[in-house]
């Protein structure tokens, strides 16, 4: 079978297939563009989880030094309450 494909036709194809060329073109840079903006906001997100863990971990080791402090405070109180509680009997 022979296709003949007149001058006309030709420059019709041509220009179809430079339109798609330019279409495929224009979504790969798209796909591309969205990639980018991808890997910058899970570098972003990655970044904040970094900070809250930190924050976190700031956190509490703060608040068991609060605890541990706390414990401390109460330990004297109660080897000091009895005898406070002597003083002010005898008063």
Same mark, same amino acid.
């Given at each position: 079978?022979?296709?003949?494909?007149?001058?006309?036709? %030709?420059?019709?194809?041509?220009?179809?297939?430079? %339109?798609?060329?330019? #279409?495929?073109?224009?979504?790969?840079?798209?796909?591309?563009?969205?990639?980018?903006?991808?890997?910058?906001? %899970?570098?972003?997100?990655?970044?904040?989880?970094?900070? #809250?863990?930190?924050? *976190?971990?700031?956190? %509490?080791?703060?608040?068991?030094?609060?605890?541990?402090?706390?414990?401390?405070? *109460?330990?004297?109180? #109660?080897? *000091?309450?009895?005898?406070?509680?002597? #003083?002010?009997?005898?008063?």
């Amino acid at each position: 079978m022979l296709i003949l494909i007149f001058p006309e036709q %030709s420059k019709k194809i041509k220009l179809t297939a430079q %339109s798609i060329d330019g #279409r495929l073109n224009e979504m790969l840079s798209l796909v591309q563009d969205l990639r980018d903006k991808l890997e910058k906001e %899970s570098n972003k997100l990655e970044k904040e989880k970094q900070d #809250r863990e930190r924050d *976190v971990k700031s956190l %509490s080791t703060q608040l068991d030094k609060e605890r541990a402090d706390r414990k401390e405070d *109460v330990e004297a109180l #109660r080897r *000091v309450s009895p005898y406070v509680h002597v #003083r002010s009997l005898s008063s």
